[in-house]
């Protein structure tokens, strides 16, 4: 019997390529960068399967150019870019990567933190660029961390994993989601539930870690930022949209907060004019999940996703989970 047909959208690691080749006959755009549209809906025409990344659009017009496409597994435990209610009409499962990421990204969150409170990065280039000119007891002075207020937005395994890290530096403990955690889970990490605006308010680190959706678009804006305290900084390795990257450029520039580590941005990969110049800011490249271990990690469970989805069927249509 002929393999089922799976289009794989980038370069992934071998594990992944490994797995999924006894069962299907792979179609590989092995490339860096984001397949283009215009292929993309090319090549999933005669396609059962999809291994696709979060860089690619899966919505009603590629299920229409997709007549047998029966599952789709996205490297990464996101899910914002795909239309999931579309594809349980069309009965194509969905699968992501959720749980093997948790800890790294919890890891990249608290490297955002430390970078931007420390000044890591302004002090990188002072070497680089010669201008050390030895010990001064005035120069690049950052804030403490150790003892301060921790807000986590989002209560889910990464803003958990986050809060766990908190306890290293004896921080208070706040978080906001649309769900109160049970109270033994408060208690393990020493955690209060407060609403949105006190969390703003009272923390001097606030970290994002909910999901993209209808309503969280745009959680963090000016008024929110006006809620912040001055001397407090933004930490965003969630999804970009989640924070009004103009309004953060605004906020950043005028003082309203101290600063801000950021992993991801509104229009990927085009930041908001005005956010690269920026020194108060650290940027990354969406790096928070980037570890040898965890990509491997993440690769194994894509293809086992795609591998479920169409040769085991073991898992139900739609089986998402963030
Ligand atoms: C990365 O952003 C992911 O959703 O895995």
């Not at 397949?35 to 696709?52: A, E, N, T, Y």
């Not at 229009?267 to 020194?279: H, N, V």
Request: net charge positive.
């Amino acid at each position: 019997m002929a393999k089922p047909k799976v289009l794989v959208t980038r370069r992934v690691p071998q594990e992944c390529l490994d797995l999924l080749k006894p069962h299907f006959e792979i179609e590989h755009y092995n490339k860096q960068t984001a397949i283009p549209r215009k292929l993309l809906l090319k090549s999933v025409k005669d396609k059962d399967g999809l291994l696709c990344l979060l860089t690619d659009k899966i919505d009603s017009e590629l299920l229409a150019a997709a007549p047998r496409l029966k599952a789709v597994s996205t490297f990464s435990v996101g899910y914002d870019h795909i239309d999931v209610p579309a594809c349980k009409a069309r009965g194509v499962c969905v699968t992501n990567t959720p749980g093997v990421l948790t800890e790294s990204t919890a890891d990249f969150t608290w490297a955002l933190l430390m970078a931007a409170a420390r000044r890591v990065v302004e002090g990188d280039a002072c070497m680089r660029g010669g201008k050390y000119k030895g010990w001064d007891p005035l120069m690049l002075l950052g804030t403490d961390v150790f003892g301060k207020t921790l807000g986590v937005i989002g209560f889910g395994r990464i803003g958990q994993a986050v809060a766990k890290r908190a306890a290293g530096f004896s921080m208070r403990v706040l978080y906001y989601d649309t769900r109160r955690a049970a109270p033994a889970l408060e208690s393990a990490l020493n955690a209060k539930f407060v609403p949105l605006d006190d969390l703003l308010r009272e923390s001097d680190y606030v970290s994002v870690h909910t999901v993209l959706d209808a309503g969280t678009r745009h959680l963090l804006d000016d008024r929110a930022f006006s809620l912040m305290k001055k001397s407090a900084y933004l930490i965003n390795a969630a999804r970009g949209p989640i924070v009004d990257e103009g309004a953060l450029v605004r906020a950043l520039k005028s003082d309203k907060i101290r600063g801000a580590g950021l992993d991801v941005y509104e229009r990927e990969p085009k930041m908001a004019p005005g956010l690269a110049s920026c020194k108060n800011a650290v940027l990354a490249p969406h790096l928070a999940s980037a570890t040898l271990e965890t990509r491997m990690r993440m690769g194994v469970m894509a293809a086992s996703g795609l591998i479920d989805g169409l040769v085991c069927k073991a898992r139900s249509p739609y089986s998402v989970d963030a």
